[in-house]
């Protein structure tokens, strides 16, 4: 993957006073959502698909550069099979849906996660949304989907170790800057702010590496009901946090 210079300027002392240019979102409740009004898991989907516009909108209003999204996970598969068709057909509607507004809007969209186990028509769809939308300079969309933090690593690590066996890398040279060079995440700076809604407090597998030095909001609010004024609330209280990456103020 492509490496980008001006993205990868993620660093200590950012971010203070100021709002979080970097915020990855685990979109949650859209099942309880539906259940509260007793329809089936796929509506709240679908009614969870029609929030990603508006926040995504809403992004360069409130300084916010990356949005990262968590789709579907890893794990998501071992929900039954009427939902998890339910979601596919649902994230290709979306895609082809979408593609004009969001190229229209200057958004980048980029998916990270492992493609194997996606079907063909899903993957092309993907791969036509990303080429669609490479130039724009917007705000930068990363879409996990099929998408695991461990999942991640081990694949990364993988081609890390082929690089070592081909004599390309040297293990000696492997240390925290080299192998997020091998991560889906590779062009993307570290989420400043992760956020989940639902009141579930768990990071369930979402960019294990990438958010050892995120702050996190967790929120009660069901994904389907989530709106651009809570996430501007949300940006506020990030920008009165103290983020000290370790380090203590002199
Ligand atoms: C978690 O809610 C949500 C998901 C597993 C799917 C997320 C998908 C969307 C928001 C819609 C589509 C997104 C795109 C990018 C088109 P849950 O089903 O676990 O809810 P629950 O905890 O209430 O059961």
New binding site residues.
């Given amino acids: 993957m492509k490496t980008d210079t001006d993205i990868r300027d993620n660093r200590a002392g950012e971010g203070v006073a100021q709002g979080p240019r970097h915020v990855a979102i685990i ?7 539906a ?1 509260a009004r007793g329809r089936p ?1 796929l509506f ?3 009614a ?2 029609r ?2 516009r508006e926040v995504v909108e809403c992004c360069p209003g409130l300084g916010i550069r990356y949005l990262t ?5 890893t794990e ?1 598969w071992k929900r039954t099979q009427t939902e998890v068709a339910g ?1 596919m057909s ?2 290709r509607r ?1 895609i082809s849906k979408e593609m004009k507004a969001l190229a229209a809007k200057n958004v980048r969209v980029r998916f990270i996660g492992d493609r194997v186990r996606l079907d063909r028509k899903l993957i092309d769809l993907m791969d036509a949304l990303e080429l669609e939308t490479e130039e724009n300079t917007g705000t930068q969309l990363t ?1 996990a989907l099929n998408y695991g933090g461990r999942d991640e690593v081990a694949r990364a690590t993988k081609r890390l170790a082929r690089d070592v066996s081909d004599g390309k890398l040297d293990p000696a040279d492997v240390d925290e800057e080299t192998l997020p060079k091998y991560l889906d995440t590779c062009v993307l700076p570290d989420p400043d702010l992760v956020v989940r809604t ?1 009141g ?1 407090a768990r990071i369930s597998n979402f960019l294990l590496w990438q958010s050892a030095y995120a702050e996190y909001e967790f929120i009660d609010t ?2 389907p009901d989530f709106t651009a004024k809570e996430l501007e609330i949300l940006c506020q209280n990030y920008g009165a946090r103290d983020r000290r990456f370790g380090t203590v103020k002199t």
Avoid at 27 to 33: E, I, L, S
Avoid at 69 to 73: N, R
């Fill in positions: 979109m949650d409740g859209n099942g309880r959502w259940q898991r709240g989907h679908h969870g698909a929030r990603v999204i968590f789709a579907f996970s998501n979601l649902l994230f979306y879409i639902s579930e069901l994904w």
